[in-house]
């Protein structure tokens, strides 16, 4: 065998590994741990939601800041609600806006806004947005000319949908409501 034939052999081989070994690591979804995850997180918000169908914000505040539920839309089996916080308990936040864009300042310690939404018939609640855009990439094919798209991991739906229950959770845990108390049409 000729030098080039047996260089042309081993690249082949070697492609042939290629090829198959990223067959084999394409990412997989776990789907029954997606779901447990969406199942959890929706039992966490009807805990943080109460008087949900009637109600349209509610506010906790934490350890180190505060967080704000509001809901962007409603339909009959779904609801979209906004979580968003800040790292001061004195500030004020940004509060719950449906998402408009523009970058402004930012503290970078804050947690990303989050829009939510529950399936009331399924019993699920899933992130649909981070930060006002959708936590899978964009296809190529809807990618202006010319641009390219920052690689993202396969898996980002549940990573945001695991950091939604640990977020949900530390709420539950720490959290202390804000209300307003009203008697004999006073406000206290």
């Not at 190529?140 to 950091?163: H, K, L, M, V, Y």
Request: charged share 30%; net charge positive.
């Amino acid at each position: 065998m000729t030098p080039r034939k047996n260089l042309a052999s081993i690249e082949r081989k070697v492609g042939d590994l290629i090829s198959k070994s990223r067959a084999k690591s394409a990412y997989q979804v776990d789907l029954p741990a997606y779901h447990a995850d969406c199942d959890a997180n929706y039992l966490r918000l009807c805990k943080l939601l109460p008087e949900l169908p009637t109600r349209g914000q509610w506010r906790y505040q934490m350890p180190h800041g505060a967080l704000e539920l509001s809901v962007l839309e409603r339909s009959r089996y779904t609801t979209e609600v906004c979580l968003s916080a800040s790292t001061h308990p004195a500030d004020g936040g940004e509060g719950c806006e449906r998402h408009k864009g523009g970058d402004g300042h930012k503290d970078w310690m804050a947690p990303p806004k989050l829009t939510v939404r529950l399936y009331h018939d399924a019993r699920m609640a899933e992130v649909v947005a981070v930060d006002g855009r959708g936590p899978l990439p964009e296809p190529a094919a809807s990618a202006p000319r010319g641009e390219r798209r920052r690689p993202q991991g396969a898996d980002e739906r549940q990573q945001a949908n695991r950091f939604l229950g640990e977020w949900l959770g530390h709420c539950l845990a720490n959290g202390r409501t804000e209300f307003e108390l009203i008697l004999d049409g006073r406000r206290l």
